[in-house]
């Protein structure tokens, strides 16, 4: 049996009926092989639960945090309150707005606390995972191979596309 990677990316949602819509930030983490811890927890309904997770983060290990909600989407914001580690911000799609109230709430921080936003949906959450990858990939060679290696088979699948596109045009 492999060895479990170890937990280098905290993936947090505002709620449970956020994950059918996000867990692609699990997929892309998984298809790399990073570690991932994932929990529910709201800068709304359990602030004091966010505020000790962010702050603590550090010392488990933790290298980035995920925070993905929606509508009034302030964890992302609160979490980059909390601690030093880099936050991605993930907007969740809304039934009502669309979206862009995760969004808008989201990207709009003040200055000195960053939070980089992902888009919403689209490829919103496995782009929130690559990003990760990505930061990790600075401190871990291997890592950063296999990314290269994904950036060499996205040139190969796209160019093949265009290939086939061209011939289909020469028809
Ligand atoms: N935006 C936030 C926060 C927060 O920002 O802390 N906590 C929950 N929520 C969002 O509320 C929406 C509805 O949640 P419910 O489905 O539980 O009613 C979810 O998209 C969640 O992310």
Same mark, same amino acid.
């Given at each position: 049996m492999s060895e479990k990677p170890a937990v280098k990316v905290g993936i947090l949602m505002g #709620? =449970? #009926? =956020?994950w059918p819509k996000i867990n692609g930030v699990a997929k892309a983490l998984e298809e790399f092989g990073v570690g991932y811890e994932a929990h529910v927890m709201s800068a709304h309904r359990t602030p004091h639960i966010v505020g000790e997770f962010a702050t603590t983060a550090v010392e488990r290990g933790l290298k980035v945090i995920i925070a993905a909600a929606g509508g009034a989407a302030h964890l992302a914001g609160v979490v980059a309150a909390h601690t030093t580690l880099p936050v991605i911000g993930l907007p969740v799609p809304t039934?009502?707005?669309?979206g862009l109230d995760s969004l808008l709430s989201t990207v709009q921080m003040p200055g000195d606390v960053p939070v980089a936003s992902m888009a919403v949906g689209m490829g919103g959450p496995r782009n929130a995972g690559l990003f990760a990858v990505q930061i990790l990939s600075l401190s871990d060679p291997e890592l950063a191979a296999k990314f290269a290696e994904f950036k060499t088979k996205l040139v190969d699948k796209i160019t093949a596309k265009d290939a086939k596109f061209q011939e289909s045009l020469a028809k």
């Amino acid at each position: 049996m492999s060895e479990k990677p170890a937990v280098k990316v905290g993936i947090l949602m505002g #709620s =449970d #009926s =956020d994950w059918p819509k996000i867990n692609g930030v699990a997929k892309a983490l998984e298809e790399f092989g990073v570690g991932y811890e994932a929990h529910v927890m709201s800068a709304h309904r359990t602030p004091h639960i966010v505020g000790e997770f962010a702050t603590t983060a550090v010392e488990r290990g933790l290298k980035v945090i995920i925070a993905a909600a929606g509508g009034a989407a302030h964890l992302a914001g609160v979490v980059a309150a909390h601690t030093t580690l880099p936050v991605i911000g993930l907007p969740v799609p809304t039934p009502e707005l669309g979206g862009l109230d995760s969004l808008l709430s989201t990207v709009q921080m003040p200055g000195d606390v960053p939070v980089a936003s992902m888009a919403v949906g689209m490829g919103g959450p496995r782009n929130a995972g690559l990003f990760a990858v990505q930061i990790l990939s600075l401190s871990d060679p291997e890592l950063a191979a296999k990314f290269a290696e994904f950036k060499t088979k996205l040139v190969d699948k796209i160019t093949a596309k265009d290939a086939k596109f061209q011939e289909s045009l020469a028809k």
